[in-house]
């Protein structure tokens, strides 16, 4: 081939491959309403962040004892007081000292305006009968002194301590709310839409391609693994045809296990299966199962095979199912593996409870099938074993035909 005609070849080549990388990342699905409960904790953060800082530069007393109070009096700074509450004493300085004396031009103006501070100026917590008790003390050496006006009140302020009590409480439920949001993958994942996610954490996480999202992929897009792909022709046709083989008293391997190197077309095979039965396929990772709360793990397994059941009959495909299927009691000194021993005790009852009429058949891959639990690869669970190994030549060459197909190509490749 010349230079130049190779060089056609390779464009030809990226021209493609934009195309397909462009298809890929148009947005499938409906379109999502932009409204997002983040929002929410936005403006709740905002209005105590407002209030705070309102409450910080209006008119606002400085904390004080009563000790500086006495030196006020004896300057004759002070006009009156008030008692609030039994405990909390409010002390007003008069006018024109205020405006006079430059001590006390720290609580003369509002800090949002020059408006002259109606009072109080002073405060500090005292018990109402200790104060009276002192100032009396006070005004007895002191004889010619005018006493001060000491007033009574009593203040309830229902807004303020509803606030420092529910305001607390919301952001506390806003930060579990987002927590919850994150790990039930609620922050946009698919099939939620946010808000509807958030108490779903024990749901199945698996996604389900069904007749409106139907698998496309055949066995004639898997090239090589001919062995492979007879061995599961028979589920194919169980699934296609199940009172074939219920009527005669047969039984379809409840469980497949798909086993072999990285990269060898494990899950392609299976998404074969599902698209050539033309049913139900739910696929997900050994790892979807496992959270860091207890009880999360065989709760989705549950709510996967009760969705498994209700759209019989179909497929479930775990991969990497080593994740939770290793071998128990091994190198369980913390008690660290008790979650994903859990899950797997929980899909070993699932498996087992399944009836000849349910129609569900299990799929799953590892390359470490030398660690799996034994009580997993039993009868009438995984019994049947499909090794996927290397391609050889043939095969590869044949693979490569199925990347090549929509793809002109020189008669010399």
Known sequence: MSEKGNQNQID??????????????????????????????????????????????????KNSNFRDFEQKLELGDVERVNIVNEKTIQVFIKEERLLENERYEEVRNSNLSDAVNPGPHYVFEMPATAFEDRLKDYYEDRSSEEPIAVNYETQENFIGDIISWVLPLVLMIAVWLFIMRRMSGGGGAPGGGGGSQIFNIGKSRAKVFDKDTEVKTTFNEVAGMTGAKEEVLEIVDFL???????????????????????????????????????????SLSGSDFVEMFVGVGASRVRDLFKQAKEKSP?????????????????????????????????????????????????MAATNRADILDRALMRAGRFDRIIYVDLPELNEREAIFGVHLKGIKTNDSV
Request: glycine share 12%; aromatic share 12%; charged share 20%.
């Open 314 to 362: 179909c497929i479930i495909f775990i991969d990497e199912i080593d994740a939770i299927g290793r071998a128990r009691g091994k190198n369980n000194f913390t008690g660290g593996n008790d979650e994903r021993e859990n899950t797997l005790n929980q899909m070993l009852t699932e498996m087992d409870g399944f009836g000849t009429n349910e129609h569900v058949i299990v």
């Open 240 to 282: 296609k045809n199940p009172k074939k083989y219920t009527e005669l008293g047969g039984r379809i391997p409840k469980g497949v296990m798909l086993s072999g190197p990285p990269g060898t077309g494990k899950t392609l095979l299976a998404k074969a299966v599902a698209g050539e039965a033309k049913v139900p396929f739910f």
């Open 12 to 61: 030809k080549l990226k021209k493609q491959f934009a195309k397909n990388n462009n298809q890929g990342n148009k947005p499938n699905g409906p379109k999502r309403s932009g409204f997002n409960f983040y929002w929410v904790y936005a403006i709740i953060f905002a209005l105590f962040i407002g209030m705070q800082i309102f409450s910080a530069m209006s008119f606002r007393a």
